[in-house]
């Protein structure tokens, strides 16, 4: 785990930045497409979700969810990255809802610093966003 300063300008530039935002998110994409077929299926998607245990903890605890809650809720998100309806989640319709949940990150935190502890993932896009504000710092 790491330690990172990071505010809603920090997170906007990264996305702003088409070659380092793309970059992150096609490896993200890649990394979740494990049948290599170039589209990741409803249970590709539902796997990355499930793994990183947004829905089921509430401050680290667990909390009961009904499997048939957490379909529909697996459903509803699925159906938002495949934008045009076709079963698959292309990588374009990926980097669009990606970047629509970064900038509201970016929104949510606002224009203050706050420092924020993140796991050590190599497909972490917020760990990518603040090692890109540092090395543009560094370099100044």
Same mark, same amino acid.
């Given at each position: 785990m790491g330690v990172v300063v990071i505010d809603g300008t920090t997170v906007r530039d990264f996305v702003n930045d088409d070659a380092h935002f793309n970059k992150s998110v096609d490896e993200q994409f890649t990394a979740l497409d494990t049948?290599?077929?170039g589209v990741l299926s409803r249970s590709e998607l539902r796997t990355a979700f499930e793994s990183m245990?947004?829905?089921e903890t509430h401050f680290g605890i667990d909390v009961a969810t009904s499997p048939e809650e957490l379909k529909k809720l697996y459903d509803s998100i699925f159906?938002?990255?495949?934008g045009d309806g076709s079963g698959d989640v292309d990588k374009n319709e990926f980097r669009s809802e990606m970047k629509k949940i970064m900038l509201?990150?970016?929104d949510g935190l606002g224009s203050f610093?706050?420092?924020?502890v993140l796991?050590?993932?190599d497909n972490s896009l917020l760990q *990518?966003? !603040?090692d890109?504000?540092?090395? *543009?710092? !560094?370099?100044?």
């Open positions: 049948n290599n077929d245990r947004l829905i159906e938002r990255f495949d509201a990150i970016a610093p706050i420092q924020m796991e050590d993932d *990518k966003a !603040a890109l504000e540092a090395s *543009k710092t !560094a370099t100044a």
